[in-house]
């Protein structure tokens, strides 16, 4: 059947509680003796509680006393974030009390805080950095309970990557063990895009964004003297996202190097063959390099006093191997440009995607506190916002899967060999976890779901 316009009706499929599903065409609807192969049964997949407002909450506008920490490495729209927490609760809910704690974790025990009210944080979105200061480690459990619990503080707020929501887990433990009413909510922060479960963190496409700045740079350098080499380092200590995205946005990159995809320098579909190749049919190549990819052949020559491994620097060493190799290549002098925007990255203020995300973070946060959750962290899953575990949260790294469909479109896009053989992609396969996520509102009916096939569908 067609509608005027000639196309095919809706097929609208209705249920309870006046549930309408307006599915698609499906061939055996026109094909009565169609052959339909089914597939082995899978597991439903995990639910996660979908974010956003309740019509109960656990806390009075008046009796809250919120306070927001920063914690880690510096990211993209740090500052925003914390302007719309404060803003947030102050416009949704009503809350005047809100403190800032500053420099990290060790600011509960060691530091003033800051009071905290909208006029004081109106244009912080546009500064980089963090208005509250932050620091690594300081973590001390009892210490910091014991600041909430003397301070009347109800509601904590960390802002942080999988480091810092390792503490805020203990300090949920502590703070539950005690029997204190405080709601503990992370907010996940790192540029390395490496915290799982969650679609992607804040700050990330930013990073993406500006590296674009470095590898424009490098390839105009390349291309702009015979043999030209340029060689751009950027941050993923053990994840390769940023290297990988920047790379496939910019389209000048002939060779990518992230810490999952192990590559050799010499011999046949080695790197300097590669270089070598590229050098042959474009006279120039723009290399870029995660700051945690190649460590293992870094290892072999550079260790501390104590024999310990260290994260070189793997764009200076990588940049003097080239050298090194090319200078005995007497037909083929090459001229390298070596260029590290690594921290340049992740000081500049978000752009305006991060920033209208950091806002849904923010928002996501404040209303599952409000409304009495605790011990979980807010995050986009399968598109759809929702309070996922601490648990989920370190329980592992997020990292580029070398045999998944991203880093196969990338080898596509700078003709790079693989660096692989038949047991790297086995044992791949193997560390690969299961993608299945299942949200829920919060009366349980379910919103969307993927299973461990990957393939996703709405109910």
Same mark, same amino acid.
Not at 35 to 58: D, E, M, N, W, Y
Not at 207 to 219: D, L, P
Not at 373 to 381: C, D, Y
């Given at each position: ?5 000639? #196309?095919?009706?809706?097929k ?21 003796d ?21 019509? !109960? *909450?656990?806390?009075?506008s ?12 510096? #990211? ?5 974030v ?37 006029k004081?944080?109106n ?45 805020a ?15 503990? *909510? ?63 946005? =910019? ?67 990588? =940049?003097q191997?080239? !050298?090194?190799?090319? =200078? ?29 995300? #950091? ?6 946060a ?58 790297d ?9 299961? +993608? +299945? ?18 393939? =996703?569908?709405?109910?």
């Amino acid at each position: 059947m067609s509608t005027e316009n000639g #196309c095919a009706e809706p097929k609208l499929v209705t249920g309870d509680a006046g549930y309408v599903l307006e599915d698609v065409p499906h061939l055996s609807d026109y094909i009565p003796d169609l052959l339909i192969v089914v597939g082995r049964s899978s597991p439903r997949g995990t639910h996660f509680r979908r974010a956003g407002p309740r019509q !109960k *909450v656990c806390f009075e506008s008046d009796e809250v006393l919120a306070c927001i920490v920063t914690c880690g490495g510096l #990211c993209p729209g740090l500052n925003t974030v914390i302007r719309e927490l404060v803003c947030g609760l102050h416009d949704m809910y009503g809350v005047n009390s809100i403190l800032g704690i500053e420099d990290g974790y060790k600011g509960f025990y060691s530091r003033n805080t800051i009071p905290l009210r909208p006029k004081v944080v109106n244009d912080i979105h546009r500064r980089g950095g963090t208005i509250l200061g932050t620091s690594r480690g300081g973590h001390n459990t009892s210490k910091i309970v014991d600041s909430i619990q003397d301070r009347g503080i109800n509601q904590v707020y960390i802002i942080g990557g999988d480091g810092t929501h390792k503490g805020a887990a203990m300090i949920f433990e502590e703070i539950r063990r005690r029997g204190l009413k405080v709601a503990v *909510v992370g907010i996940p922060k790192t540029i390395d895009n490496d915290i799982p479960v969650i679609d992607k963190s804040f700050g990330f496409d930013t990073a993406v964004e500006e590296a674009q700045r470095a590898i424009n740079a490098a390839h105009v350098e390349a291309e702009s003297i015979e043999n030209g080499i340029g060689v751009v380092k950027l941050m993923g200590r053990d994840s390769g996202f940023i290297a990988m995205y920047a790379t496939l946005a =910019s389209r000048d990159v002939d060779c990518c190097l992230i810490p999952e995809s192990p590559f050799f320098l010499e011999g046949p579909g080695g790197l300097f063959e590669h270089i070598k190749n590229r050098l042959k049919e474009n006279g120039h190549m723009v290399l870029v390099i995660a700051e945690g990819a190649g460590q293992d052949l870094l290892r072999e020559s550079m260790k501390d006093a104590s024999g310990n491994k260290q994260l070189q620097d793997v764009g200076f060493w990588i =940049s003097q191997k080239i !050298k090194d190799h090319f =200078s005995k290549e007497k037909k083929m002098p090459v001229n390298l440009k070596y260029i590290d925007p690594t921290y340049m990255i992740r000081a500049i203020p978000g752009n305006a995607s991060d920033n209208v995300y #950091c806002t849904l973070l923010a928002h996501s946060a404040i209303h599952g506190a409000m409304a009495g959750f605790t011990g979980f962290t807010v995050g986009p899953v399968n598109a759809r916002h929702a309070y996922i575990p601490f648990y989920r949260i370190i329980e592992r790294q997020n990292k580029v899967g070398i045999t998944d469909r991203m880093w196969a479109r990338l080898l596509s896009s700078t003709n790079q060999p693989s660096f692989l053989d038949a047991k790297d992609v086995a044992e791949s396969k193997k560390e690969k976890p299961p +993608s +299945s996520q299942l949200l829920s509102d919060d009366d349980g009916e379910n919103l969307h779901r993927e299973n461990h096939s990957g393939k =996703s569908y709405f109910l």
